[in-house]
């Protein structure tokens, strides 16, 4: 599947890039040779190969939901350094 210079600055745009002339011609050159590499593998024989989530079979185990108690909004609030009408209170960063 051929990769036209349109192509990438096509997509450069839609990602808000401005490319030079320079790696416009980078890009599409190495896009090219990334398709060629992908287009080689639908070449294999996967014929009796069953299709698979995960390349390896999963290890960790997630706990199961289940419904728990919380904190009470004065056990949630015991540690904090600054609080203020029952809410934490943190520095204003805004710039």
Known sequence: MPISRNDVI???????LSLTEKET?????QLQ???????KLSELD????EPTVHATPPRERLR?????GSLSPEEALMNAPVK???CFKVPKIIE
């Open 46 to 49: 996967t014929k009796g190969v």
């Open 25 to 29: 011609d980078l890009y599409t050159a």
């Open 64 to 68: 199961n939901d289940a419904v728990a």
């Open 33 to 39: 040779r990334i398709l060629s590499h992908v287009e």
């Open 84 to 86: 203020d009408r029952g």
């Open 10 to 16: 096509h997509v450069a745009e839609l990602a808000r």
